[in-house]
């Protein structure tokens, strides 16, 4: 996860337009908030397991175990929560996404996951 915040870093600043111009970058933006995603769920889908008999097997169902073991706080789990939607959207491609949309979610996916990496190791030391 510190890898792609760092690749997120080292994008810049973007904004619709610019997305919609470079075209590889978008591509590469889109990936690099999909894993971004991808790595939180996991990580929760793993903690969840490790404390549930029926663990989750939905996205958004393994941040709520996240939340409900107090792994993640509701203010984490609710912008998790949108990442999700914006991960299906760019996964299975529903529709075109807004490029506005997607540059702004490029600054809250690091705060994103500066948090969830704080979040999940204090409550990975309180718990073990």
Wanted: aromatic share 4%; with cysteine; hydrophobic share 50%.
């Amino acid at each position: 996860m510190a890898e792609l915040v760092e690749d997120l870093d080292a994008v810049g600043a973007v904004d619709g337009a610019r997305l919609h111009q470079e075209r590889l970058l978008r591509r590469a933006v889109e990936r690099m908030l999909t894993q971004v995603v991808d790595l939180a769920v996991s990580v929760c889908s793993h903690v969840v397991s490790s404390r549930m008999v029926n663990p989750p097997t939905t996205y958004r169902g393994a941040i709520d175990a996240a939340l409900t073991l107090k792994a993640l706080d509701e203010e984490l789990a609710t912008s998790l929560r949108r990442a999700i939607g914006m991960r299906n959207l760019l996964v299975h491609d529903y529709a075109r996404a807004d490029l506005d949309i997607v540059a702004a979610a490029v600054p809250q996916a690091r705060a994103d996951a500066a948090a969830f990496v704080r979040q999940v190791s204090a409550w990975l030391l309180r718990e073990h």
